[in-house]
């Protein structure tokens, strides 16, 4: 992949030339066309290349076309992630109590309640103040904005 075809390969090389270069070959990186350590050797040769041609070598097995990062995961707006440990917690906290209420012969107070409860409460007021944002959040995001 040569930076410029036109060009004499010969001629020195540029430190803009050379950042393009290391751009690229993270992109390269992220879309798992190279390992970590060939990506690490590759990076090493491009800050040492003193002419295009040394620069050229470092992508000349790589597709031209520039590699596109996959795009971020959606979020899920009721935060599924939060969810399931709320669940499994619960299932666990039931769990127990059924297994202690069998072996007392009666139902005992119903203490998982105070696990379940609270914190399935919270997650709901979470998922619903992450709703109202959403549609602000993704108006930043079209428009340009960036997360810091």
């Not at 390969?9 to 030339?17: I, K």
């Not at 119903?110 to 379940?116: A, E, N, Q």
């Not at 930043?140 to 960036?146: F, R």
């Amino acid at each position: 992949m040569s930076l410029d075809p036109t060009a004499d390969s010969t001629l020195r090389t540029s430190d803009a030339e050379r950042e393009h270069v290391v751009a690229a070959l993270g992109l390269h990186l992220s879309v798992g066309r190279l390992t970590m350590s060939e990506f690490e050797n590759r990076l090493d040769t491009a800050y040492a290349a003193r002419t295009r041609r040394e620069l050229d070598a470092v992508l000349a097995d790589l597709p031209t076309t520039p590699p596109q990062p996959a795009p971020p995961p959606r979020r899920n707006p009721l935060g599924g992630r939060r969810w399931a440990p709320w669940a499994l917690t619960g299932a666990i906290c039931l769990l127990i109590w059924v297994a202690a209420s069998s072996a007392q012969g009666h139902p005992l107070y119903f203490w998982p309640f105070w696990v379940i409860g609270p914190w399935g409460a919270m997650l709901l007021a979470q998922a619903a103040i992450a709703r109202t944002r959403s549609p602000i959040r993704s108006t930043l995001v079209e428009g340009g904005a960036h997360r810091s």
